[in-house]
């Protein structure tokens, strides 16, 4: 039966976190002491959780991958549910903290999460990532154009 977590490359990244239900990646590296201590962990909730994907991406082999969602820190965990990313998370999570993501994301209402992400689309334009960053403030104060050295 070999392992329950699945080896994504960016060849298949697009095609596996697009798929209905739930996706859930694991970022990491053979060097990463964390990443490490976390594998055992991420492949039982694996083997508990059968019909969720757990894929694992070796950002040493997968660079321009982990580049291009923007990885800075591994290990790093995505969720994915129904093609929309749900959760991001650095660092090693213990057993408990895994488990209760898997759950709260199994028990979403994915209607209600695709008309949130509709909305926000609409209010902020695609793209958007809710990083705004703080120049409207200061426009809004001083107009734009204002170019002082606060």
Known sequence: MGTSTVQITIDNFQEIVEKPGIVLLDF???????CKMFAPVFEKAAEKHTDVVFGKIDTEAEQDLAQAVGISAIPTIMVFRDGVLLFRESGALPPQALESIVDQVKKLDMDEVRKKVAEHAHEHGPGCD??????HAHDHEHGPGCDHDH
């Open 28 to 34: 990491w590296a053979e060097w990463c002491g964390p």
């Open 130 to 135: 809710h990083d705004h960053d703080h120049d």
